[in-house]
């Protein structure tokens, strides 16, 4: 941090910097970082003494961590903030208004395919590399513990149903009843913790996350973003898009990057696994699960 460099001009290139500097950090500044990635929505809209009141330090740090970001002051890193923030999609209700106002809506769903089919499509190179380390944490772990909430329920789910036909340990954190902080304590040291979320994230998949680095879980993150809120401190992040031309984000990548995960997982566990999968269809069927 004590380097003089070009101060980051864009919100993801300053989170980039923030992840890539943070161990070398004072503490006081790790926490003020820690706060900027989580929270980036509060930055343009909130004080400065609020904010460093929220996150737990003095406003004389956050201005004594923008100069040594390489800005003049406090004003020049919410700019990055404020820009970001002018630069986001609009919320689902103005781009529901124009799906309705479409006169084509044929079109527009033969966009919006087009558009999944090319999240699918960059898959493969967006997580060549971070695949096999994925696979590898997940062979290897003695626990394994999922969670995803709201719209990025299903993509989590699938990953939980498809890997305990195989692997009946599995379980999944589910936060009904409001029992999520109850679910959380049996997290331990040297168990793998599968989280999936995408932009707006919610405030459960940031808390599953914080109680998983907490509790020394390693955190392998299926996101939208390197910079996403669950993939600071993670193990492993695989990378996909949700971008389509719609009043929402799309799953359909999500979907697909869960069962090729699965597909390797299944790969590499070998003969172990096709013996367990051979005991879940064998149950499934004796109980009458399939329609006959």
């Given amino acids: ?104 809506p044929l079109a527009m769903f033969s966009q919006a395919t087009q558009a999944q089919a090319r999240n699918v499509a960059n898959l493969p190179e967006l997580n060549a590399e971070a695949i096999p380390v994925a696979v590898d944490l997940l062979v290897k772990a003695k626990r394994v513990y999922v969670a995803g909430f709201r719209a990025s329920h299903a993509p989590a789910f699938t990953f939980y149903y498809l890997y305990r036909l195989f692997r009946p340990s599995v379980a999944m954190l589910r936060s009904e009843a409001g029992t999520l902080e109850m679910e959380l304590r049996a997290l331990q040291a040297g168990d793998v913790v599968v989280l999936t979320a995408f932009a707006p994230y919610s405030h459960e998949i940031v808390r599953v996350y914080e109680a998983a680095i907490e509790s020394g879980c390693k955190v392998i993150a299926l996101c939208d973003s390197k910079v996403a809120p669950i993939a600071l401190e993670s193990e492993c992040n695989l990378i996909f898009g949700t971008d389509v031309p719609s009043f929402f984000p799309s799953s359909a990548a999500a979907i697909a990057l869960v069962e090729g995960l699965i597909e390797q997982i299944l790969a590499r566990t070998g003969k172990k696994a096709l013996s367990g999968l051979q005991s879940a269809e064998n149950q499934l069927h004796q109980t009458g699960a399939y329609w006959k």
């Fill in 1 to 104: 941090m004590s380097k003089k460099h070009r101060a980051p001009q864009t919100l993801e290139a300053l989170i980039q910097h923030l992840q890539s500097t943070y161990a070398e950090m004072p503490t006081q500044f790790q926490i003020s970082a820690r706060y900027l990635i989580d929270h980036p929505g509060d930055i343009p809209i909130a004080s400065m003494r609020t904010i460093a009141a929220q996150a737990g330090v003095q406003p004389a740090t956050l201005v004594r961590l923008a100069q040594a970001l390489g800005y003049s002051g406090w004003s020049g890193l919410k700019d990055v903030f404020v820009q970001s923030l002018r630069q986001m999609p609009s919320a689902y209700t103005e781009q529901a208004k124009a799906v309705v106002r479409s006169r084509n």
